[in-house]
C-alpha cells in the first residue's frame, strides 16, 4: 500500500514563505506524475501544483509565479515551496500521487493521498 506523509504546514503571515513536503513508501519514478491539492473550508479540492516524471510542471493560475514544486528522486520526496502567501492560500494542501497501471483489462489510474497538512495564512 502506497504511503504519502506530508509535513511543514502551518500558520504563517501574509507575505510569508512555507515548505511543504511529501515523501513516498515507494520510488516516487513510478508514479505518472505527483502534486499538491488544496481544500478551503466551504470549497472543492483544487489543485494547486504538479509534476511529472520528467519533471514537466503544471501550476493553477492562481500559485502561478510565487508556488513552486520539485522533486527529489533520491528521497523519494516531492516539495512545494511557497512564496509570497495570501490570505487565499488558507487551505489543507494535500499531496497526491497517481499512476496507470494495466489489470488485465485495462489500464485504470490509481490515486493516492496524503492525510493533509494546514496552512493557514494569517496577521
Known amino acids: 500500500q502506497v504511503q504519502l506523509v506530508e509535513s511543514g504546514g502551518g500558520l504563517v503571515q501574509p507575505g510569508g514563505s512555507l515548505l511543504l513536503s511529501c515523501t513516498a513508501s515507494e520510488n516516487i519514478n513510478s508514479f505518472d506524475a505527483m502534486g499538491w491539492y488544496r481544500q478551503a473550508p466551504g470549497k472543492e479540492r483544487e489543485l494547486a501544483a504538479a509534476?511529472?516524471?520528467?519533471?514537466?510542471?503544471n501550476y493553477a493560475d492562481s500559485v502561478k509565479g510565487r508556488f513552486t514544486i520539485s522533486r527529489d528522486n533520491a528521497k523519494n520526496t516531492v516539495r512545494l515551496q511557497m512564496n509570497s502567501l495570501k490570505p487565499e492560500d488558507t487551505a489543507i494542501y494535500y499531496c497526491?500521487?497517481?499512476?496507470?497501471?494495466?489489470?488485465?483489462?485495462?489500464?485504470?489510474?490509481?490515486?493516492?493521498w496524503g492525510q493533509g497538512t494546514q496552512v493557514t495564512v494569517s496577521s
Open positions: 509534476i511529472t516524471t520528467r519533471g514537466s510542471t
Open positions: 497526491n500521487a497517481y499512476k496507470y497501471q494495466w489489470n488485465g483489462l485495462s489500464r485504470p489510474r490509481y490515486d493516492y
